[in-house]
Structures are given as structure tokens and as C-alpha cells.
């Protein structure tokens, strides 16, 4: 069965490449939602996962090469060809800049406590793609649930060596799937540490009992795993090898720390300290992060990178933001913003380049968008004795939209025109507080388009046809509605750019918004750069009508393959000049390209 995977669609290196960053993704999203449950700071929150995800990725690659070699490692700009990843540098690594970032952000609940039981779950979904990937595999076994490598992996390759197997053998001996047993002990880790947080007194004490549980179940899982498949020593004592002994005394060391600290009168570990943090504070750690993610860049893989762009980004606009939001001098908001722009300018210099000269492919993209707003239809027109008037209601919407698409992109010199078809359908529901009264509708529609980018101009053009409805403008006031959307079977859409899009453009978009611009995002003018970055890599400013809101959009690539988008709506709009309770709206694709030419 594995043998034949590297022929369809989904090879091992792509569920490699996705699970790794699915548990990047999923981690993430557990610990944001929860943190703001617990009223953490959006900023410090996020500056702090975006730490951790960095040194854990580059603890998990130093770990892999000899501490000899690090100095002549760092003498030639981190380029040697190191592919190797641990799982222990990676909890090292981590939970050092996990108590540098605790001890920074005085989190009230200590955040240490939350990544002791979500941690095991990343790990575990990590060890899925190792599976598909061969590496860390296993002893021979002859289980029924044993598992053979093609040609091409580790374990293949590393028994053909050892001639347990010949030259022309289509797989491997059978194995082990070590990496599926570490899945089901690490989210048993998880779920067993989740279920005792309330038993330990202390804070801190879950994540020393977590790592306590994770020395000794790698301890014991190194017995069936095929030294072999691992980059440290295979050096022996007492016929166990050096490395589950050093395992094994930490993990006892740990074990006695938390009984002792647990029974002890000292004082807990972290104490919180009440007070805002300044502002200059997180720009300077934003310069620290930065310039630590353009030093090690060389160590990161593109879909590592993006992750962690995905987190650092918004913090430097949250940031920025909070700079103009608290209205300081324009002197202190011009600096602060110059300072604010170093950080994305060395993300754009230290993002990996894979690119290949690439004429023609093919494009899968699915996608949703989902959110909720608020926004006042004015309709009906009068005749008054002080001219037109027009009926006021209010409405509240929430939506939920999903589409998929699929496109062909053709490149010839600076050009590109892609030609495509979309897909999308969703519900959107009107709720009038003007009269409480509630309406439902399912939205569809299919959309062919066509699109020219050349270096410094790009247009296209499309339509929409099926059961649209989207958010009446200004300029419909002098018609009547019978509720919140005005409806049609047809609609056009298209857009103009004009600029360098990997310097800065402009963007003005009629629809052009994938996978569907009803109910909610019909035209936008937005502004974007690439931070000269050729190509795949985009953020966009922007304003959207109907109703008015601002927005933040950012697309990149993990891999050849596969990339990502992902869009933030900031509502402003108000009633009686009163900003009113409308929540936000984000937009979230997945792009899969193929068939490259």
C-alpha cells in the first residue's frame, strides 16, 4: 500500500508536509482559543507562540547535529544539509523560550500549565507524517500490523545497506510502526495530564509531570525503534544504548523535582504581576523574534515558515495599530511604525526559495468564509415635508459560506492569465432588530472567470449565476427591499490592479472574492506588497463596502504544492454614530497545484 502512495496524489512527502503543519495549526488554535478564555493578552499571546514554534523547530534540527559542529554550522550561515528533526530538542528548545516567554508576559494563569497537555497532541499528529515519510521507524517484526517501506525512504534504503534486503527489492523488511505507537501514548500523555490538573497544587507542576511521563514513555519506546533511524549514538551501556539512559535520568530527575516541590513550603514557581505592558516592550521583542527567525531562516522549511509568518504578522499589525489607536504623538507613531516595518522586511529577505521555471499547472482551491455583522438598510422611499425619507432598519447577519475551485495557469514572460470555475453555497441568516423578525436562505451559485496579471497591470472579469443575494448599498436607497439582501440570478464581477505586486499595487475588486463574495464582500480597494518577494507571497490593506469594514489579507506557499490564504475582517461600521456590537468575519483557503509543465 505504501509503495503505491508514492504514485497518487498524496505522496509522503506531502502528509509529511501536511501533518506537521496540522499540528502547527491545531496546537495553535487550542491554545489562542483557550488564552483568550482566560483573557490573555492577544499580543503576548501571540508573540509567545510564535516564539516557541521557532525554537522548537530549531531545537529539533541542533539537536540532530553534534554540539562539534554547531560553531562551523554557524560559521557558514546555518547552510549545511542537516534534514534530521528530534523531538526532544524540540521540548527543549521550547519549554526554555516557553519560561522566558512566562516570565516576560506575567500571564495570570500560567500558560506553561496549558502547553503541558496541548503539546503531546502536536507531537502525536507530527509522528503521522513520520509514519507516511518512513523515518523513525521501527525493529523487524512479523505482527500482522507490521509495515513495509518502498524504495526511496530511510528504512528501505538502510536495510538494502545492511543487506538484510537486495538491490532490486520493491520494500522494505517489515517493521514497527514505532511512529503510531508514539501517536496513541502521546495523546494518552495528553489526555491522562488534562484529566489530572486539578490534583497538583502548584502551578507548573502539570508540565513537570507531562515531561515526566514523556522521558519514560520515550524510554521505553526506544527498545522497539530501529537505532538505525536515529541521528544520535548508537553507543552502548549494559546493552541499552547511552541515549535512554540519559532519557531515563532526566525523566527521574523530574519525577523527584515535582514530588519535592509538590510536599515543599516553596513558593510556586510564577507569580503574576498586575499592570499593562508598555508598548515599547513588544516592539522590542517583535525586533528580538524577528531577527531570530532571519538568523536561523536556513533551518526552516517553507511550510515551517509560514506558519510561523502566520502568527508574527498579525501581531506586528495589532501592534501597529495599537500604536495609532492610543493616539501618541505623530513623531512617537512614525517611528514606531519605520521600526515595525524592519521585522517584515527580514521575514521577506529569509523566506526559503524552491522556485522552478514553471510554465503551465494546474489548481484545486477550497475554501470558506464565515463571520457575523450588523448594518442599517435604508429603502422604501417618501415623500416628506422636508424632502425623501426612507426606511431605517437595522439587520444583523450570520453566514456561513464554502466553495471550491479549479483553475489553469499559464505563464508566458511576465504574464499570467489563468482561466477557472468556482463552486460555493452557503447559508446566510437576517435577523431584523428593527421588527425581530428572522429569515434564512441557502446561497449558491457556480462562477466562471478569466484573469491577466502582467508586471504592472491585472484585470479580470467573471460571473456569478444562481441564488445570490448580497448587502444593499447607498445607492440603492431609492429602491424598496422586502428584507435585508437585495437578490438576483445573475451578477457580474471583476477587478483592476495596478502597480508591482511584489513592491506595492493597488486593487480595486467588484466580487473577485474566493469562495464567494455574498453576502458580504462585493467591492474592496485594498493596497498590497509582496515585500520583494517575486512571486506566491502577498498582503493586502483594504476597505470593504456593504457594509463598511477594513480588512487584512495574507496568502503565501508551504511547499510547491500547496498553499495557503487567509483574510481578517475588522467591522466598523455604526449606528447613530454609535459603533455597534458586530463581531468579525474571516475568510480561510486552501489552495493543492499540480500537473506543473
Excluded at 46 to 66: A, D, E, N, Q, Y
Excluded at 273 to 289: C, D, P
Excluded at 366 to 381: D, H, K, M, R, Y
Aim: aromatic share 16%; proline share 3%.
Amino acid at each position: 500500500m505504501l509503495f503505491i502512495m508514492k504514485n497518487l496524489l498524496f505522496t509522503p512527502e506531502f502528509l509529511f508536509s501536511f501533518f506537521y503543519i496540522l499540528s502547527f495549526v491545531l496546537t495553535s488554535a487550542v491554545i489562542l482559543i483557550i488564552g483568550l478564555k482566560r483573557k490573555y493578552d492577544l499580543k503576548s499571546l501571540l508573540l509567545t507562540m510564535t516564539t516557541i514554534s521557532l525554537f522548537s523547530v530549531v531545537g529539533s534540527r541542533l539537536m540532530t547535529i553534534p554540539i562539534s559542529e554547531w560553531i562551523h554550522l554557524f560559521n557558514s550561515n546555518l547552510s549545511f544539509e542537516y534534514n534530521g528533526r528530534s523531538a526532544l530538542g524540540a521540548l527543549i528548545f521550547g519549554l526554555l523560550v516557553l519560561l522566558i516567554s512566562q516570565g516576560v508576559f506575567q500571564f495570570k494563569k500560567p500558560i506553561i500549565d496549558l502547553y503541558a497537555w496541548v503539546a503531546p497532541i502536536g507531537l502525536g499528529l507530527q509522528k503521522i507524517g513520520c509514519f507516511f515519510m518512513g523515518c523513525c521507524y521501527g525493529k523487524f517484526s512479523d505482527t500482522f500490523w507490521s509495515v513495509n517501506y518502498p524504495k526511496g525512504t530511510q528504512a528501505h534504503f538502510n536495510h538494502w545497506s545492511s543487506n538484510y534486503i537486495e538491490s532490486d527489492a520493491l520494500s522494505s523488511v517489515s517493521v514497527h510502526p514505532v511512529q503510531l505507537y508514539e501517536l496513541i501514548f502521546l495523546f494518552l500523555i495528553s489526555f491522562i495530564v488534562f484529566k489530572s490538573i486539578k490534583f497538583w497544587k502548584k502551578n507548573g507542576s502539570v508540565m513537570l509531570f507531562s515531561i515526566f511521563l514523556f522521558t519514560i514513555f520515550r524510554f521505553l519506546i526506544e527498545f522497539i525503534r530501529d537505532p538505525a533511524s536515529s541521528q544520535f549514538n548508537e553507543s552502548y551501556i549494559m546493552g541499552i544504548r547511552s541515549l535512554q539512559w540519559i532519557i531515563l535520568l532526566v525523566g527521574l530527575v523530574i519525577g523527584s523535582l515535582l514530588i519535592f516541590y509538590e510536599k515543599s513550603k516553596i513558593r510556586e514557581i510564577f507569580h503574576y504581576q498586575a499592570g499593562n505592558r508598555k508598548i515599547e516592550m513588544y516592539i522590542l521583542y517583535i525586533l528580538t523574534i524577528s531577527f531570530a527567525m532571519y538568523t536561523f531562516h536556513e533551518l526552516l522549511s517553507k511550510y515551517e515558515f509560514v506558519v510561523l509568518i502566520a502568527k508574527l504578522v498579525p501581531t506586528v499589525l495589532i501592534v501597529g495599530y495599537t500604536v495609532y489607536e492610543n493616539k501618541l504623538s505623530r513623531k512617537y507613531q512614525f517611528i514606531s511604525t519605520c521600526i515595525l516595518l524592519t521585522p517584515l522586511l527580514l521575514i521577506s529577505q529569509s523566506i526559503p526559495s524552491n522556485s522552478t521555471d514553471v510554465k503551465k499547472y494546474k489548481r484545486i482551491d477550497i475554501g470558506a468564509s464565515l463571520g457575523s455583522f450588523q448594518n442599517e438598510v435604508l429603502s422604501n422611499p417618501q415623500a416628506g415635508e422636508c424632502g425623501t425619507t426612507y426606511t431605517h432598519e437595522m439587520y444583523e447577519y450570520k453566514y456561513s459560506m464554502g466553495g471550491i475551485g479549479y483553475s489553469q495557469i499559464t505563464k508566458k514572460g511576465n504574464s499570467t492569465t489563468t482561466w477557472g470555475v468556482n463552486l460555493h453555497g452557503g447559508n446566510n441568516k437576517e435577523i431584523n432588530l428593527t421588527n425581530n423578525t428572522e429569515k434564512s436562505t441557502f446561497i449558491y451559485g457556480v462562477n466562471p472567470y478569466v484573469s491577466f496579471e502582467d508586471k504592472w497591470v491585472g484585470a479580470g472579469v467573471g460571473v456569478h449565476v444562481g441564488n445570490l443575494r448580497w448587502i444593499p448599498s447607498d445607492s440603492d436607497k431609492d429602491k424598496s427591499f422586502a428584507d435585508g439582501t437585495k437578490s438576483s440570478s445573475i451578477s457580474p464581477e471583476y477587478y483592476l490592479r495596478f502597480g508591482r505586486p511584489h513592491i506595492l499595487d493597488i486593487k480595486f475588486a467588484y466580487g473577485f472574492n474566493f469562495p464567494s463574495p455574498f453576502p458580504s464582500q462585493m467591492r474592496a480597494v485594498s493596497l498590497g506588497t509582496g515585500f520583494g518577494i517575486r512571486e506566491n507571497y502577498r498582503f493586502r490593506y483594504g476597505v470593504i463596502w456593504e457594509p463598511n469594514a477594513k480588512f487584512i489579507a495574507a496568502e503565501g506557499l508551504i511547499n510547491q504544492n500547496l498553499g495557503l490564504s487567509a483574510t481578517y475582517i475588522f467591522n466598523t461600521e455604526e449606528y447613530y454614530n454609535q459603533p455597534v456590537d458586530s463581531k468579525t468575519r474571516f475568510v480561510l483557503g486552501l489552495n493543492y497545484r499540480f500537473d506543473f509543465k
